[in-house]
């Protein structure tokens, strides 16, 4: 081994035992270790460069800064104003349909602020209707997450995925490529939460969530350094009908021009945020504030790991120990498998870590076994964001977690079942949609 290898491997390590132990902000964790290998020239200024300028890196932050001017115009507001009035209408039946939009929603827009707008609705309506909050709050976080599954923009595992699978030599996903096999999962995990969420229910409340939800407002790294409260969310916006349209207008037509093939994902969001700072829907300040920098830094340190990874030749190796440990299987059990070890490692990794390890990983078991890396690299975008099991594997989760007064127990009774649904389901799509 040699000394950039050597290097190479004790970062990695220590950036996943610190991502593991969550005592410090993930983004901080990662850019420490890309400045580490920059410092001791394992990867070069130019290749760190490339790392943050990446289509992904491009595509996400236009993305945020146009759904950042949706929530600004009072769009999103007044959505959930509206599902509010229907689920007092027609009761239990209206939350769950709440709770299906906003999965849908989560598709195309960034999950983390449908979330966090209609958590407090469902909260409230629940509350008012009789019911237990409880039944309803986690399942909201993951249908926003089973629906962040359902396209290319959906989650920024996809996008990352796409990216990491370009510079591997793969051709870029379509925007709904990948959609017939989120559809199925999502199908089957929201029956699975109508059918089952009642598992979370022990009864009435004994106290109000908010006032025991404070409790938690000092955990460390995601919980605390990243996401916060989401009473920094509460702010009421007025809806500004021709702001509204018009960046309405824009995101719809970002997606077209990228689902046509027009231009990439990344030219036409990057075009679309312009375009609304250009037409006063959003002030260059307030497109800077939406940029969420916490999650595109993460995203980019982690790229330069992986860089760093293939350019020692540890990616290989890596390849190479798992192609003859796979030996022998058939391509449906090694893609079982490694849907199996993406799933695990999001559960305890952050969904950009785990992107950068298993997608060159993918390509490399699919081309020894001469078959396409397609499913593999869907298989890494499916399970990547499949974060159920506990209340830190996902943003939505820590927010819910900290409303509903949940306990971590909760979360593995309701999602371990989940996980395996999915997992299940997910290999039967893929394997049906991406033939070998």
């Given at each position: 081994m040699t000394a950039a290898q050597a290097l190479t491997l004790f970062v990695l390590v220590a950036v996943v035992a610190a991502l593991i132990m969550d005592r410090t902000r993930s983004d901080v964790v990662a850019l420490t270790g890309a400045a580490v290998l920059l410092a001791a020239g394992v990867v070069r200024p130019v290749e760190v460069q490339a790392a943050f300028a990446s289509p992904a890196i491009i595509a996400l932050a236009s993305l945020f800064v146009i759904a950042y001017a949706m929530e600004l115009s009072g769009l999103l507001d007044a959505a959930i104003d509206r599902l509010r009035a229907l689920c007092q209408r027609i009761g239990r039946a209206g939350l769950w349909l709440m709770i299906a939009l906003c999965g849908s929603a989560s598709a195309f827009l960034n999950n983390t602020p449908i979330v966090v707008l209609a958590a407090p609705v469902v909260r409230d309506v629940a509350q008012s209707l009789g019911f237990s909050a409880k039944r309803f709050l986690i399942p909201l976080s993951y249908a926003a997450v089973l629906g962040g599954g359902c396209t290319l923009i959906g989650t920024s595992t996809n996008l990352l995925v796409n990216d990491m699978a370009s510079l591997a030599g793969q051709?870029?996903?379509?925007?709904?490529?990948i959609t017939p096999v989120g559809v199925c999962v999502a199908l089957a995990g929201g029956v699975y939460l109508l059918l089952f969420s009642r598992l979370l229910v022990r009864g009435a409340d004994s106290e109000d969530a908010d006032d025991r939800a404070t409790g938690r407002m000092d955990e460390p790294?995601?919980?605390?350094?990243?996401?916060?409260?989401?009473?920094?969310?509460?702010?009421?916006?007025?809806?500004?009908?021709?702001?509204?349209?018009?960046?309405?207008?824009?995101?719809?037509?970002?997606?077209?021009?990228?689902?046509?093939?027009?231009?990439?994902?990344?030219?036409?969001?990057?075009?679309?945020?312009?375009?609304?700072?250009?037409?006063?829907?959003?002030?260059?300040?307030?497109?800077?504030?939406?940029?969420?920098p916490d999650v595109l830094m993460l995203i980019a340190g982690m790229v330069v790991l992986g860089i760093a990874l293939e350019e020692t030749g540890l990616a290989q190796s890596a390849t190479e120990v798992m192609i003859g440990s796979l030996d022998g299987l058939s391509p449906l059990l090694a893609l079982i498998l490694l849907y199996g070890a993406t799933l695990f490692?999001?559960?305890?990794?952050?969904?950009?870590?785990?992107?950068?390890?298993?997608?060159?990983?993918?390509?490399?078991?699919?081309?020894?076994?001469?078959?396409?890396?397609?499913?593999?690299?869907?298989?890494?975008?499916?399970?990547?964001?499949?974060?159920?099991?506990?209340?830190?594997g996902y943003q939505t989760?820590?927010?819910?977690?900290?409303?509903?007064?949940?306990?971590?127990?909760?979360?593995?009774r309701l999602g371990i079942p989940l996980n395996l649904l999915t997992w299940v389901v997910a290999v039967i799509a893929i394997h049906a949609f991406f033939p070998f």
């Open positions: 051709p870029r996903f379509t925007m709904f490529e790294g995601l919980a605390g350094g990243q996401i916060g409260v989401a009473a920094a969310f509460a702010e009421r916006r007025p809806l500004q009908r021709a702001k509204a349209a018009a960046a309405l207008l824009v995101f719809v037509s970002v997606v077209a021009v990228a689902a046509w093939g027009a231009a990439p994902i990344a030219a036409s969001a990057f075009a679309g945020a312009i375009l609304l700072i250009l037409l006063r829907v959003i002030t260059a300040d307030e497109a800077y504030q939406g940029l969420r490692a999001t559960e305890i990794l952050s969904n950009a870590t785990v992107a950068v390890l298993f997608t060159p990983l993918a390509v490399s078991v699919a081309e020894a076994m001469s078959v396409s890396p397609r499913p593999f690299l869907v298989a890494v975008m499916i399970a990547g964001s499949a974060a159920f099991a506990t209340p830190f989760n820590v927010l819910v977690y900290r409303m509903g007064n949940y306990t971590y127990m909760d979360f593995v």
